[in-house]
């Protein structure tokens, strides 16, 4: 059966094309700076929110309309794996992303929870097969049971990380029966809501020693898909660990985790964290870090993960140029929808219609980035605004071979007043915008 209403697989139609179920920007086989959009941006459809959301909100019920939820228990995880494999033909999408939890239910016991995530995985491995869809990445819920109301790898409770570690195990177990290409660790619960009962140091240990036990057991099974974090700065935890890019930076610096782990980056995260997306990005990449995204946006008038379809265009044409000057690209990484449609677009097609929005949001941004990469532009406002360490007493900053006793005496030697040029921002931006309308 169709769960999307036999919708036919959406085609590149250009931007004058008045076809709803059509992509206006996105033509996967346009080859822009050496590759083709598909290559660029790798997309990804998110299990969670495409299949296992119901509409909710802290204030509503569900009000999605979802033709697998006449079904229960492992009969609803198998239509949700069929609906998935269903819309990733229509998107034409080569990827998709899950928590354990998403793709089976728990049971009553560990064992019969894992003997319903080995079935699933069974059901997932044999449509990976027959259709050449791939899985970017897996993950473990550790933040909706009860059990983890402390945190997982940073409970205060010994049985809860032996749980999580238990968990993880399997999912890396699955990850490499899968072929996953990385495997994220988000640490939902992973922070504390108040210092008086919590010991920062032990726990920030604990998540590190849980960390290396990772990285240890996929080395011993083999699994060689890339280690990510993903930052988050609050919700559901009052204060996350993994505040953001460089707060997780420093803590695989301390921890001895920086060659194992690379970051994967979402823009609602970066809003909540008070950054754009594209500062996340660039601190991860200008630190060799940046591994991999989540593709959506939040709404700035309210304080918390909305996880919208990403359709700001500034916004996605500026994590495009840092995607494009980062070293490889996406690399192994790739551009996962973390998205879902509103409470008020609760019909199937509206998933279909989103995730559209969202492809040709990227393509867009791809197409103007390009365009701002093979002109300099930002090139040639930096060698500019940078000019004076090219040269002179700049150079020798630059080099080392400057120090304080130097500085001082050309300091002395050079009374007169310091002029500096203006930073033109106003037309920076005006310069974008005209990129934005014309590349």
Same mark, same amino acid.
């Given at each position: 059966? &169709?769960?999307?209403?036999?919708?036919? +697989?959406?085609?590149?139609?250009?931007?004058? &094309?008045?076809?709803?179920?059509?992509?206006?920007?996105?033509?996967?086989?346009?080859?822009?700076?050496?590759?083709?959009?598909?290559?660029?941006?790798?997309?990804?459809?998110?299990?969670?929110? &495409?299949?296992?959301?119901?509409?909710?909100? +802290?204030?509503?019920?569900?009000?999605?309309?979802?033709?697998?939820?006449?079904?229960?228990?492992?009969?609803?995880?198998?239509?949700?794996?069929?609906?998935?494999?269903?819309?990733?033909?229509?998107?034409?999408?080569?990827?998709?992303?899950?928590?354990?939890?998403?793709?089976?239910?728990?049971?009553?016991?560990?064992?019969?929870?894992?003997?319903?995530?080995?079935?699933?995985?069974? $059901?997932?491995?044999?449509?990976?097969?027959?259709?050449?869809?791939?899985?970017?990445?897996?993950?473990?819920?550790?933040?909706?049971?009860?059990?983890?109301?402390?945190?997982?790898?940073? &409970?205060?409770?010994?049985?809860?990380? !032996?749980?999580?570690?238990? /968990?993880?195990?399997?999912?890396?177990?699955?990850?490499?029966? $899968?072929?996953?290409?990385?495997?994220?660790?988000?640490?939902?619960?992973?922070?504390?809501?108040?210092?008086?009962?919590?010991?920062?140091?032990?726990?920030?240990?604990?998540?590190?020693?849980?960390?290396?036990?990772?990285?240890?057991?996929?080395?011993?099974?083999?699994?060689?898909?890339?280690?990510?974090?993903?930052?988050?700065?609050?919700?559901?935890?009052?204060?996350?660990?993994?505040?953001?890019?460089?707060?997780?930076?420093?803590?695989? /610096?301390?921890?001895?985790?920086?060659?194992?782990?690379?970051?994967? *980056?979402?823009?609602?995260?970066?809003?909540?964290?008070?950054?754009?997306?594209?500062?996340?990005?660039?601190?991860?990449?200008?630190?060799?870090?940046?591994?991999?995204?989540?593709?959506?946006?939040?709404?700035?008038?309210?304080?918390?993960?909305?996880? %919208?379809?990403?359709?700001?265009?500034?916004?996605?044409?500026?994590?495009?140029?840092?995607?494009?000057?980062?070293?490889?690209?996406?690399?192994?990484?790739?551009?996962?929808?973390?998205?879902?449609?509103?409470?008020?677009?609760?019909? +199937?097609?509206?998933?279909?219609? !989103?995730?559209?929005?969202?492809?040709?949001?990227?393509?867009?941004? $791809?197409?103007?980035?390009?365009?701002?990469?093979?002109?300099?532009?930002?090139?040639?406002?930096?060698?500019?605004?940078?000019?004076?360490?090219?040269?002179?007493?700049?150079?020798?900053?630059?080099?080392?071979?400057?120090?304080?006793?130097?500085? %001082? !005496?050309?300091? *002395?030697?050079?009374?007169? +007043?310091?002029?500096? /040029?203006?930073?033109?921002?106003?037309?920076?931006?005006?310069?974008?915008? /005209?990129?934005?309308?014309?590349?």
């Amino acid at each position: 059966m &169709s769960y999307f209403d036999n919708i036919q +697989p959406v085609n590149y139609e250009g931007p004058t &094309s008045t076809n709803p179920l059509s992509f206006k920007f996105y033509n996967p086989d346009q080859v822009i700076l050496g590759k083709t959009m598909r290559e660029h941006m790798r997309f990804a459809v998110a299990y969670w929110h &495409s299949f296992s959301a119901n509409g909710s909100d +802290p204030f509503g019920a569900g009000t999605n309309i979802r033709a697998w939820d006449k079904y229960d228990g492992l009969e609803l995880a198998k239509a949700r794996v069929d609906a998935c494999f269903e819309l990733l033909n229509i998107l034409g999408v080569d990827y998709f992303a899950f928590h354990d939890r998403d793709i089976a239910p728990e049971g009553n016991t560990l064992q019969e929870t894992n003997a319903n995530l080995d079935e699933i995985v069974g $059901l997932i491995k044999d449509k990976m097969a027959s259709t050449g869809k791939k899985l970017l990445w897996n993950t473990a819920n550790m933040f909706t049971n009860p059990r983890f109301v402390h945190g997982a790898a940073t &409970s205060n409770n010994a049985e809860v990380f !032996a749980y999580a570690a238990a /968990q993880v195990k399997k999912a890396l177990d699955h990850a490499k029966e $899968l072929g996953s290409e990385n495997y994220v660790f988000w640490g939902g619960r992973e922070g504390y809501e108040t210092l008086l009962n919590t010991d920062l140091g032990l726990e920030l240990d604990n998540l590190a020693r849980f960390l290396h036990m990772a990285v240890a057991y996929a080395k011993e099974i083999g699994y060689t898909g890339q280690f990510l974090i993903e930052p988050k700065p609050k919700e559901p935890s009052k204060h996350q660990y993994d505040f953001d890019a460089a707060t997780t930076l420093s803590f695989l /610096q301390k921890y001895d985790l920086l060659p194992y782990f690379k970051l994967n *980056l979402e823009a609602n995260h970066a809003t909540l964290a008070g950054h754009t997306f594209e500062h996340e990005l660039r601190v991860a990449r200008v630190n060799g870090i940046l591994g991999s995204i989540d593709a959506n946006q939040g709404d700035l008038l309210l304080g918390w993960d909305t996880d %919208e379809f990403p359709t700001d265009l500034y916004s996605t044409t500026m994590a495009m140029y840092e995607i494009l000057l980062n070293e490889g690209g996406i690399g192994r990484g790739g551009v996962n929808f973390d998205a879902k449609v509103r409470r008020t677009s609760f019909e +199937p097609i509206d998933v279909v219609y !989103a995730h559209i929005a969202g492809m040709d949001a990227f393509a867009r941004g $791809l197409q103007v980035a390009a365009k701002l990469i093979e002109d300099k532009v930002f090139d040639n406002i930096l060698d500019t605004r940078y000019g004076s360490f090219k040269s002179g007493i700049g150079a020798d900053i630059v080099s080392g071979k400057a120090d304080f006793k130097s500085l %001082e !005496a050309y300091a *002395l030697e050079n009374n007169a +007043p310091i002029v500096n /040029q203006s930073g033109r921002l106003e037309l920076i931006k005006a310069t974008v915008n /005209q990129y934005l309308l014309n590349a």
